[in-house]
DNA sequence: CACACACTTTACATTGTGTAAAGTTGACAA
DNA sequence: TTGTCAACTTTACACAATGTAAAGTGTGTG
């Protein structure tokens, strides 16, 4: 029945994610995924059609263990725009590290495959709208910097928030978690605010 | 005689920046550089270790032809913490496009290569001693953000001037050059400055 | 009972890196 | 003039990883 299919399709993904995630971090050439999964190199190829199909299909089904789109909407349940602004700051800066690992394979799978490429750039576009939706419910708060006009703030905010971003800071720059989100926070209340909450 | 070495040396190093920089972008396998450079795939092994060790020496050559430590330091001779950090981000915003290519290489194969992660760890930690003296000159004058101490400040302006970031900005967002200066110019004064020009 | 389907097994093509070793050439020295 | 050395070429091969192809196995359902 279809229900095998099914499983052994969600096993070789749980076993791709597994090894992506694993520590020290494993190698995920199509017969390591195979191994994971206690299955054949060649049903790998049965359920995808290249290493690109397996690791999209691998990001769409980490995003479902996730709730991804569920935990960035919270963030537009918050009142004002500054609040709006803060709660999705923080849902994706905690959100990145969950997703680090398959992020950097797509996105390193991007120099050469045009479907990895189009599928990292279409999750960029929705983040965007993500940073747009909270720019500009500042700005309709009259709380957006004059500095910046909503296009201009947006992208900022988007550059602000990549995932290269998080890896320079918790990477090269040695920041915890912790310190990253607050850095995160401080640094878009300077940018972003119209009247920045100074330090006492 | 040395001079043919030399000379066929240098060829390959040309032939291989020729490559990287050209319109459209073009592949730099061993064979593609050799061809490009009219000798033999073999030849290339003969003055170079493997790929790795040949990119890394692309890279200073072209450092050498962008006689890339003269133009930072220029940025030293500015009098005041302002202009000092104005100049220094100007300089390596406009040393980032000469230098893109060849970067998003050595990046791209820091992920398998020890040799070439190297390698650019040490230009990056060059590049950060640009950012912390900077940083320091600002804070020298008094008129650092008291938001940040000066290795915050480092950092944060340390992952905004990533190339990741250019890429981003001129890239996704779709900015001119001169737009990314612009907006370095503006962040960089909002986030560092201890009393931040403001807009008219 | 058979046959359909999911999976395995085996084998092979392809691409690019890197190694190995024999052959060629030209400049310079005896 | 001849010999030799170094730089370079030519040819060949090993290796890793992806991807294709096709025959074989085993099991559950009609």
């Known amino acids: 029945m279809s229900t095998t299919h099914t499983n052994t399709r969600t096993k070789i993904l749980q076993a791709t994610l597994d090894l992506l995630f694993s520590e020290p971090p494993a190698k995920t050439r199509m017969s390591d995924v195979a191994t994971q999964a206690g299955v054949s ?3 790998v190829y049965l359920h995808f059609k290249n290493r690109a199909d397996l690791l999209i299909a691998a990001t769409h089904f980490l995003d479902e263990k996730l709730d991804t789109d569920a935990r960035l909407a919270a963030s537009r349940t918050a009142q004002s725009g500054r609040d709006r ?3 999705f700051v923080t849902a994706w800066g905690n959100y990145i590290p969950e997703i680090h690992r ?3 394979v797509l996105i390193s799978m991007s120099e050469t495959d ?3 490429a189009s599928a990292w750039e279409n999750r960029m ?3 965007r709208e993500g940073c747009a939706a909270a720019i500009d419910a500042l700005n309709a708060d009259g709380t957006l910097s004059p500095d910046f ?3 201009d703030a947006t992208d900022v905010l988007w ?3 990549s995932v290269h971003n998080w890896e320079h800071s918790t990477g090269a720059c040695g920041w915890s978690q912790k310190k990253y989100l607050t850095m995160l926070a401080l640094t878009t209340q300077k940018l972003f ?3 920045p909450v100074k330090a006492p």
């Open 114 to 116: 045009e479907a990895a």
């Open 125 to 127: 576009q929705d983040m």
């Open 102 to 104: 398959i992020a950097k």
């Open 193 to 195: 605010y119209a009247d």
């Open 85 to 87: 602004l803060q709660a």
């Open 41 to 43: 190199r060649q049903a």
């Open 149 to 151: 006009n909503t296009e």
């Open 159 to 161: 550059t602000m928030l």
